[in-house]
């Protein structure tokens, strides 16, 4: 009965969960309490489904909600080093206040300070990491210490987010060298004509042609968003993907050109693409109505889906059917194929609202599908 929508519209991230326990109603008020806290932002609360206890139904309602950012930042404690550039990236779990985190006093190797040192700082991806170049450093000579141990640890102090909130005391944060080449780190098929790709670091130089797709698409955008490349494909004219995110029954990937050569895409430190990488899709595409039609019965009317639906996610009061009420629903063995329970018979023609979100098994959400006046 409750769905909560980030700043952008989306659903909340699934690392956000609320547990039964988690959730406290007394009379009027509802408490829910998250399994971690939220980041401040503004947020979405879509209440549908509510009943007082004389049974009358809550309209759906969406509530805007602020949250102050009071969250300590993290520092990740895994980190980059570019060898052949010199320079380890350490990144953070938000955006930093820049002061701290070009603050070479913040940071040490050993008993050694970088203030120490002749190393310098710069920050990075739009705030959330901080890249420290020890091209120079004469007291921390980098390559001696990745002969040894084949890493680096530099100790992080407190430093503060955007907000001001302070990180714990001190973190260690274990760098190793970047190698193998960038890779294709994940690919969704967001929506029936889009294909959206993240690269495991981000492109200084992009080329298209380094990449192929199994579906032909009309155009590619590219950009780099909190240090990772993403490529956008739109699919050609007349081209689309079923809503289990296939081509034509056949899974749709995005690879790397095998020949290791011809590759000209880089990041700022001249590391390629990997030759040959490759991901499938995931899907991540609502499910659609693909069929209405009457039941056994003039009182029942079945509704195909193009997949599996959660039917955890859908009750008698997700879909309306105009000039009727629904008073019941059960479901085919697969989940695919839903029947509606009328209160009257239904007429020569039929207009079905979902009024609820439902979600499929990939908890893809659908939203606002009707068929309008389909006849039977």
């Not at 806290?37 to 602020?66: F, H, M, Q, R, W």
């Not at 095998?258 to 990488?277: H, P, T």
């Amino acid at each position: 009965n409750y769905t909560f929508l980030d700043a952008s519209g989306e659903k909340l991230a699934d690392e956000y969960s609320i547990e039964d326990e988690d959730f406290k109603v007394d009379n009027d008020k509802v408490t829910i309490e998250f399994n971690k806290a939220l980041p401040g932002s503004t947020y979405t609360v879509v209440i549908e489904g509510v009943k007082d206890k004389a049974g009358n139904e809550i309209d759906k309602v969406s509530v805007p909600v602020t949250v102050t950012d009071t969250t300590r930042p993290e520092v990740t404690t895994t980190g980059v080093i570019y060898k052949d550039a010199k320079i380890v990236k350490i990144s953070f779990s938000e955006v930093m206040n820049s002061d701290d985190i070009l603050n070479l006093g913040n940071y040490a190797v050993g008993t050694t300070y970088l203030s120490d040192d002749k190393v310098t700082a710069s920050v990075t991806d739009g705030g959330k990491a901080v890249l420290l170049n020890f091209k120079n450093a004469e007291k921390i000579k980098l390559d001696d210490i990745l002969e040894g141990s084949g890493e680096i640890e530099i100790t992080v102090g407190r430093v503060r987010d955007a907000a001001g909130n302070y990180s714990k005391l001190s973190t260690t944060v274990v760098c190793t060298p970047f190698v193998g080449g960038i890779t294709i780190e994940s690919v969704e098929a967001v929506n029936k004509t889009t294909l959206v790709v993240k690269l495991s670091d981000a492109l200084n130089k992009f080329y298209k042609e380094d990449f192929e797709v199994n579906v032909t698409t009309a155009g590619v955008t590219f950009e780099n968003v909190d240090g990772k490349g993403v490529l956008t494909y739109t699919l050609a004219d007349g081209e689309e993907l079923d809503t289990t995110g296939k081509y034509k029954n056949k899974d749709v990937f995005v690879s790397v050109i095998a020949s290791e050569s011809a590759i000209k895409s880089e990041n700022a430190f001249g590391i390629k693409l990997k030759a040959n990488s490759s991901e499938k899709a995931v899907d991540k595409i609502p499910a659609e109505i693909a069929d209405v039609a009457k039941g056994s019965s003039n009182k029942e009317l079945r509704i195909t889906f193009t997949e599996a639906i959660n039917k955890d996610t859908v009750s008698k009061y997700t879909f309306t059917v105009d000039g009727n009420t629904v008073t019941g629903i059960s479901w085919d063995t697969d989940g695919k194929v839903l029947t509606l329970y009328l209160e009257k018979e239904l007429g020569s023609k039929v207009t079905v609202r979902q009024v609820l979100n439902i979600e499929d098994l990939k908890g893809n959400v659908s939203k606002d599908l009707k068929v309008e006046d389909k006849s039977l």
